[in-house]
């Protein structure tokens, strides 16, 4: 019921695969998944929606606001539902693996850099690419 209301708050019909979309990027564990994830999490529900209207629904969140989509060098695009909280992340590029992060010193940092320049900051985006030792 509550997919149905934020589907609504957004400006969006409420159809059963938007619903059904919406909850598997509630519920996901990795927190970032591709189109191909969320079809496949579709298909082992049981669901009978096509990849086509994955592709289609996660462009309609984006561009309703309900998601945010990554475009992480050297992988696909991976979306996450967009909870409005500032968050930055860490791809490691041996398994594609993506985590978040936030740091008080670094987003302070970042603010005075800016600052200093003579600017204002209004928006940043922080990917760290890491590999295991």
Same mark, same amino acid.
């Given at each position: 019921?509550?997919?149905?209301?934020?589907?609504?708050?957004?400006?969006?019909?409420?159809?059963? +695969?938007?619903?059904?979309?919406?909850?598997?990027?509630?519920?996901?564990? +990795?927190?970032?998944?591709?189109?191909? !994830?969320?079809? #496949?999490?579709?298909?082992? %529900? /049981?669901?009978?929606? /096509?990849?086509?209207?994955?592709?289609?629904?996660?462009?309609?969140?984006? %561009?309703?606001?309900?998601?945010?989509?990554?475009?992480?060098?050297?992988?696909?695009?991976?979306?996450?539902?967009?909870?409005?909280?500032?968050?930055?992340?860490?791809?490691?590029?041996?398994?594609?693996?993506?985590?978040?992060?936030?740091?008080?010193?670094?987003?302070?940092?970042?603010? #005075?850099?800016?600052? !200093?320049? /003579?600017?204002?900051?209004? !928006?940043?985006?922080?990917?760290?690419?890491? #590999?295991?030792?």
């Amino acid at each position: 019921m509550a997919e149905n209301n934020e589907l609504r708050k957004a400006g969006l019909k409420v159809t059963l +695969p938007r619903v059904k979309i919406m909850q598997i990027l509630e519920s996901c564990e +990795p927190r970032h998944m591709s189109a191909e !994830d969320v079809y #496949k999490s579709l298909m082992d %529900a /049981g669901e009978d929606v /096509g990849l086509a209207t994955v592709y289609r629904v996660l462009t309609q969140f984006e %561009a309703a606001g309900l998601v945010i989509r990554h475009n992480f060098d050297g992988g696909h695009a991976v979306f996450e539902l967009d909870d409005g909280e500032h968050h930055d992340h860490i791809v490691c590029v041996d398994s594609g693996e993506v985590f978040e992060f936030y740091d008080e010193e670094i987003e302070r940092r970042q603010h #005075k850099i800016v600052e !200093d320049m /003579g600017y204002e900051m209004v !928006d940043h985006n922080l990917v760290l690419y890491v #590999k295991k030792k």
